[in-house]
Nanobody, 117 residues
Framework: VQLQASGGGLVQPGGSLTLTCTGS????????VGWFRQAPGRYREFLGS????????YYEDRVKGRFTISRDNLKNTVYLQMNGLKPEDSAVYYC???????????WGHGTLVTVSS
């Protein structure tokens, strides 16, 4: 399984951005996918995950109500829609895949999100 996150960029506070995680490999469609972020000098944070079917989505409290995770298995793609962005959301965002949200073994390169005026 190979993953690639994309869609990062510069956005103003209060703005929105949608990140994309594109996967390849036979197993990707059967795996849960999680989103993480890491800001400079900070530990990596888990944000949330979606099951292989898209039927169950989990969010950490820090992003609940602002971020939405969805997936389109026909396109081998998982999305992270981010609304109401704050400067503290600035980080490199990563996606990871695995059998469940506690076992995400496959990682892609991250995409940088900068929230600034």
């Amino acid at each position: 399984v190979q993953l690639q996150a994309s869609g990062g960029g510069l956005v103003q506070p209060g703005g929105s951005l949608t990140l994309t995680c594109t996967g390849s490999g036979r197993r990707f469609g059967g795996y849960s996918v999680g989103w993480f972020r890491q800001a400079p000098g900070r530990y990596r944070e888990f944000l949330g995950s979606v099951t292989w079917s898209g039927g169950s989505v989990y969010y950490e409290d820090r992003v609940k109500g602002r971020f939405t995770i969805s997936r389109d298995n026909l396109k081998n793609t998982v999305y992270l829609q981010m609304n109401g962005l704050k400067p503290e959301d600035s980080a490199v965002y990563y996606c990871a895949a695995g059998p469940d949200r506690h076992t995400l073994d496959y990682w892609g390169h991250g995409t940088l999100v900068t929230v600034s005026s």
